[in-house]
């Protein structure tokens, strides 16, 4: 059954449950246009209760040690796993793209969330957890899904233009004259989605950041100042991610003798 401590609503698996029935609908839909998607409903279900559960049970862990190495191996953990994720999410590979998108989500994740962790928010200690991990978690969320865009739109471009790039180099023009339109159009696209999410946000949808502190009790107003803080956060990350791993892809498929290395795309 459900219980409260102050403002704040503790559910009950019963009531889990019945939200996960709802899924139903999802199943009923799939079979009345006969959409073949009730393996992947059942599977994709099956690893959300499944998934959340252990992470559950892992923060609990980690909240209960709140020891920085504890909490800096699972913000590894999370860095490492947003890279790989990012990767499998594009169709047109080089060699080393992994740890290219590893290095990007990492690092860009990383100095972010530390300047609003000490510089913006302030948390005494830095390494506290119900900080550090729900705000390096919204931000390699984001983060990844600008990479994963960048590199797929870096990588069909260069494959449907191979021509444009070499005819320049061919005229004498150097690799990042060549480069150039399709590092823009990369960049571009991966900034895209957290632009039009800035752009409707408050207005069509309330973020899950906002809309869990005013489940937990807090003032909205209160609420609305950490989303505001979240989402520039989550968009200089973004931003810094995807042009990182697409300058790294830059540096793998241009060599220094100014040659598109075409073969390397697969």
């Not at 860095?79 to 080393?96: M, Q």
């Not at 994740?109 to 978690?137: D, H, K, M, N, T």
């Not at 990479?147 to 061919?170: F, M, Y």
């Not at 505001?228 to 791993?245: D, E, K, N, P, Q």
Request: glycine content about 10%.
């Amino acid at each position: 059954m459900s219980g409260a401590s102050g403002a704040y609503l503790v559910l009950g698996y019963d009531q889990v449950v019945l939200a996960a029935l709802l899924v139903l609908v999802n199943g009923a839909i799939s079979l009345a246009l006969d959409l073949g998607l009730g393996r992947r409903l059942l599977v994709a279900s099956a690893r959300t209760v499944v998934q959340l559960l252990l992470v559950g049970l892992v923060l609990q862990l980690i909240f209960d040690l709140e020891h920085p190495a504890a909490i800096l191996a699972l913000m590894a953990l999370m860095a490492i796993v947003a890279g790989l994720s990012a990767v499998g999410r594009t169709e047109r590979r080089y060699p080393f793209i992994h740890l290219d998108a590893v290095v990007s989500v990492w690092l860009s994740s990383w100095i972010v969330a530390g300047v609003a962790l000490g510089a913006v928010v302030r948390i005494e200690p830095w390494y506290r957890p119900q900080y550090a991990i729900p705000f390096l978690g919204m931000i390699l969320g984001n983060t990844l899904t600008g990479i994963s865009l960048g590199l797929g739109n870096l990588g069909e471009s260069l494959r449907d233009r191979r021509e444009a790039a070499e005819t320049i180099l061919c005229l004498g023009g150097t690799r990042w004259e060549a480069a150039r339109p399709f590092v823009r159009r990369a960049v571009r696209t991966g900034m895209v989605p957290i632009l039009n999410s800035m752009s409707v946000v408050g207005l069509v949808s309330l973020p899950g950041m906002m809309t869990g502190q005013i489940l937990a009790g807090a003032a909205p107003v209160e609420a609305v100042k950490y989303q505001i803080v979240i989402m520039f956060v989550i968009a200089s990350a973004t931003a810094l991610g995807t042009l990182g791993v697409v300058l790294l892809a830059f540096g793998r498929l241009f060599n220094a003798r100014h040659q598109f290395r075409a073969e390397r795309l697969r």
